[in-house]
């Protein structure tokens, strides 16, 4: 009898034992059938997708929440299996979308990684973008300064007193009606000549240091005086580092494969 007892006691344990891998592999049991962990992986994968293609990170309480709502997808799918939805017209085309949608994603995410964009690749395209940045020979920067005014007379007039002695800059204070210029005695700073409308870009490009035109220079915005303060050779912008952008430019690249990719295959595609 005692034997009897015991034989019972270790099958229980043992029963109790087996069974501890599969709830393990659930994350709930709803209305008697359970809710693979499997779920809620593939969920906060797709989250974590998603943050990374954005580059904005997942908020904790978001990871959180995913249980709750793979649960809650449970019951809404029990519901709807026992309301007959999956024999509906509706829910045999949208099934029937969702299932392109799912194959093409699984295509584009197999070709992104049989073709991996190298470090060597990257590196390529940061030099090739760090070079077209560099300013093409003999141009220069200009660190200039002008008086904006409505009429071309009150241009002639500000010139002239500027030849008589009064100041550029508390002209410019005075008169211009460029605001932002106008409050810094018509500073503009350093600048290439391509940076402004063409009109002044080629005033400003006639007059070397020290030089103010003589004449009002006209634009969109109204009358300009211009004076060069000085003159430098132009400068390439400062590049970040390619690790900092080593990341980004991968991606872009990974973008321009893959529409380079379609691209192709509807190319070859024979549609009649």
Partial sequence: MKKHILTVSVAAALAATLALPAIAQNV?????????????????????ATAQRTGQPVPPEVMNQLRDEVIAREIFM?????????????????????RQSVMINALFEDYKAKNPVTDEEAKAEYDRLVASQAPAAGAKEYKARHILVEKEDEAKAIIAQIKKGAKFEDLAKKQSKDPGSGAQG????????????PEFAQALGKLHKGQMTDTPVKTQFGYHVI??????????????????????????????????????????????
Avoid: C
């Fill in 28 to 48: 709930a049991i709803v209305n008697g059938k359970p809710v693979p962990k499997a779920r809620l992986e593939a969920l906060e994968a797709q989250v974590k």
């Fill in 78 to 98: 029990q519901e709807a299996e026992r309301r007959g939805v999956q024999g509906t017209e509706a829910y045999r085309k949208n099934m029937e979308m969702a």
């Fill in 186 to 197: 018509g500073d503009l700073g350093w600048a290439n000549p391509a940076g402004y409308v």
């Fill in 227 to 272: 004076r060069v303060d000085d003159v430098r050779d132009a400068k390439a912008p400062e590049a970040p580092k390619f690790d900092d952008v080593k990341a980004q430019i991968k991606q872009q690249m990974e973008q321009q494969k893959l529409a380079k990719f379609q691209e192709d295959l509807r190319a070859k595609a024979k549609i009649e």
